[in-house]
């Protein structure tokens, strides 16, 4: 005898019912059993990585919370207003130098006592020596003008980088897909979240940012202008009058401020051993930057408004460098040719001490 629908499709509702949810979800149970496995595979290259990983995944990280910061390379201290420094005395009465830039300022690569500014305090003791700088930063006028006048600042040297060198924001050249995902704030975010904490994704972030490097772009999303000074000179000219402007609207707000520049080199730009380091991993530049092409054409363009700028490629001359003796090379999670070392500092600092005309013109008569 032949059941009735009914009765069948209350069987099949009764035995639907008693399956489990995966059962009666294959399609959801899949995307689990993937999720799952993903998470158990990210994680067992996170414990390997871990142990035996040779990245120090947290050499380029910064920040601006006060207190003694531990690093690969030395300490960072970062006093009560959020700069790389010890505490800024306010009643002292030396005239202040302010330093500003971004990591190579900020000492990475060094370290504390040991930075440009931190050696030239030593070589004149009679002025006051102050950082102002942050990772990945370039100068401001917004920033710097309120730095001179919380700070009151007798002087400001930009210790320039190359990869300073970019166009205005709002520009073409400034929102190619890259360089527009690399600013979103959810991309900062998890950016500042992972980034030096999680060994996979440094690795992964390590290994994509490689990739863009050998492609022409640089660590904020946009081609690496410095590296083709003849083909973006519209770029130059740019970057120098953003400078400049900056420069002039601090002089106009605290007449008789003294500025300066001193635009830094690449490693491959004093060091033929680096040179052929970087080319043989797969890096490549316009022919004649190692020989200073792009302060060719960036320093006349600063000096033609009136900015003392000095090329420090002459810090190195006559030095028979290899890769990473003065230089950063293979301690983190970048491929680095612009953060000086220890020694790089060194020469850098003891060029600029005796460089006459940069003493006299930027902190002016020694007393």
Known sequence: MRRSSSSTSAGSGVQAAGRSFLARHPRFTLLAVLGAGLVLVGGLFELGLRAFGSLNISYYTGTTLPGLHRYGYGD???????????????????????YVGDSVTYGIGAGYGYRVPDLLQERFPQYDHWVFAGVG???????????????????????????????????????????????????????????????????????????LERWGYEHHGMKAYEFEPSKYRDVFAVTAKRVAD?????????????????????????????????????????????NGSAQA???????????????????????????????VFNKGDRTDWNHPNRVGHAILASWLADHTDFVSHCYGPTR
């Open 137 to 211: 930063e370039r100068l401001e006028a917004p920033s710097l003008l309120a730095q001179i006048e919380q700070f009151n600042l007798s002087a400001v040297v930009y210790l320039m980088n190359l990869n300073d060198i970019v166009p205005e924001a709002d520009s073409p050249d400034a929102s190619t897909w890259i360089a527009s995902r690399a600013r979103t704030s959810w991309f900062a975010r998890v950016d500042l979240g992972l980034r030096g904490k999680s060994y996979l994704y440094t690795y992964v972030r390590f290994g994509l940012k490689t990739m």
């Open 76 to 98: 960072i201290p970062i006093n009560a207003d959020g700069y790389p420094d010890e505490a800024f005395v306010l009643s002292g009465v030396k005239p202040r130098i302010g």
């Open 297 to 327: 054409v960036l320093v006349p363009k600063l000096k033609s408004r009136g900015v003392k700028a000095l090329d420090a490629r002459d810090a190195f001359a006559g030095r028979e460098l290899k890769v990473g003796e003065a230089y």
């Open 246 to 290: 900056a420069l002039d609207q601090a002089a106009a707000r605290r007449p008789g401020l003294r500025t300066c520049v001193v635009v830094l080199p690449y490693e491959m730009q004093v060091s033929s051993d680096a040179a052929r380091t970087y080319r043989d991993l797969g890096f490549s530049w316009e022919p004649g930057f190692e």
